[in-house]
């Protein structure tokens, strides 16, 4: 059952981890719930926050599925590993990914900060 917790300023300084198997310059600060990846259960929503600058040179896919909405900033999507080229998208772009669905690689000049929702679809 999902926590209730009304309107509420989430603290927005500490808390930031590196997902695993990141690289510098991204961060998550999850704001509720939790994803059980072995028992392919559960549903985590995150901020997720690109340092200027910051690239994550490789194409990645997950068991889950995913929406992410870009709250700040600018997210360039399928770039060289490098971080040029791909597509540019800023505040209010959103997407949603089915499970094992390959996507980026990302980079972000500005830096960014996004709302993501991840969950399985099939449980």
Known sequence: MAEHREFHLP??????ERPEGYPIGISRKILSGAL?????TGRRT?????APGAILPRAVEHEFAE??????????????????????FG??????????????PF?????????????FEDG
């Open 107 to 119: 980079a972000s000049e500005t830096g960014c900060l996004m709302l993501e929702i991840v969950y």
């Open 11 to 16: 603290d927005l300084f500490e808390g930031w």
């Open 67 to 88: 929406e992410v909405y870009v709250v700040e900033g600018d997210l360039l999507v399928g770039c060289a590993p490098g971080g040029s080229g791909g597509e540019r």
């Open 91 to 104: 505040a209010g772009t959103y997407a949603i990914r089915p499970a094992r669905a390959p996507h980026g």
């Open 46 to 50: 995150s901020l997720v926050r690109f």
């Open 36 to 40: 059980d990846e072995t028992a392919r």
